[in-house]
């Protein structure tokens, strides 16, 4: 099916005829003005108020070949090639998790506790939205993050630049037994969002998730379910500092593993499990002894 005319119209009429039995006539609509404000530079009450204008043809196509790539269930942030996370633009790519809003209650609540960070370290960074985040808020911090993946820290650095945030990324394997080869390789805080869906958890999950987005950032291959926080916890006796703070985000499904496995460490006075907005347990802080 082909777009009847030039006009934003007939692109929306477009889309809604090649979307709406996917997601649904709301979102077919959001994706739409999303789509156009994005190619056309507008805003989006701009592209709704516009319906009547001209497309110019290599506008046009752009905005055609994002409703097929749409129709593929391919994520449109990939499509955009970009994602908004704390108020800031990230490139994002198939190399990288799309940032999610519980990861920015993460930020968010790292900065509410720290307002006077010092120093942090994001295992396992991937777009590197935790680190570029928390340093746009915190430019005096030392910030530093790593990921296993070369094309995931080329996204991150490229991400750190366009924000005008000076982070120390570096390649590092957090199931490897190297140490960090890092100048001052302990932070006051050290964050992570590992990965932690089971693959039991395959067969419930979207297509577009499953199709599209990097599986070594997604899953825990194995038994283990809670390898990755088993490692974390165990760099934390070299990374962290004393009194320092770990955070995760977690999988509901196994946050009491991972508390248990904390306390059991010895290094923790206290840990705790956070709430996300929609009620589930999310994340989990953690206080360093001081000895």
Not at 97 to 120: A, G
Request: proline share 5%; with cysteine.
């Amino acid at each position: 099916m082909q777009v009847a005319g030039n006009q934003l119209q007939h692109l929306r009429q477009y889309y809604h005829q090649q979307l709406n039995s996917l997601y649904g006539e709301d979102e077919t609509e959001a994706l739409f003005v999303t789509c156009c404000a994005h190619y056309l530079k507008l805003s989006h009450s701009a592209v709704r108020s516009q319906l009547n204008s001209h497309v110019n043809q290599s506008d046009l196509l752009k905005i055609y070949d994002a409703a097929k790539a749409l129709h593929q269930q391919i994520p449109l942030q990939y499509i955009l090639g970009e994602a908004w996370f704390y108020q800031l633009p990230f490139k994002v790519n198939p190399s990288v998790l799309i940032p999610r809003p519980e990861t920015e209650e993460l930020v968010d609540r790292i900065l509410k506790d720290h307002p006077h960070l010092t120093s942090l370290l994001d295992l396992g960074t991937g777009s590197g939205c935790i680190p570029v985040s928390i340093k746009h808020q915190r430019p005096e911090a030392r910030v530093a993050a790593c990921d296993i993946s070369d094309t995931a820290l080329e996204t991150a650095k490229l991400n750190a630049k366009t924000n005008a945030a000076e982070v120390c990324f570096f390649k590092y394997n957090i199931l490897g037994a190297e140490s960090l080869n890092i100048p001052n390789p302990a932070f006051e805080v050290v964050v992570s969002n590992p990965p932690y869906i089971k693959s039991s958890e395959k067969q419930s999950m979207h297509p577009n998730v499953l199709n599209h987005e990097p599986h070594l950032a997604l899953f825990v291959e194995g038994e283990d379910d809670i390898l990755f926080y088993t490692k974390i916890v165990d760099l934390c006796k070299t990374v962290l500092l004393p009194g320092g703070t770990l955070y995760f985000e977690l999988n509901p499904l196994t946050a009491e593993q991972v508390l248990e496995k904390v306390m059991k460490s010895g290094l923790f006075t206290h840990a705790e499990q956070i709430l996300d907005l929609s009620g589930k347990q999310r994340f989990l802080k953690a206080s360093r002894n001081r000895t």
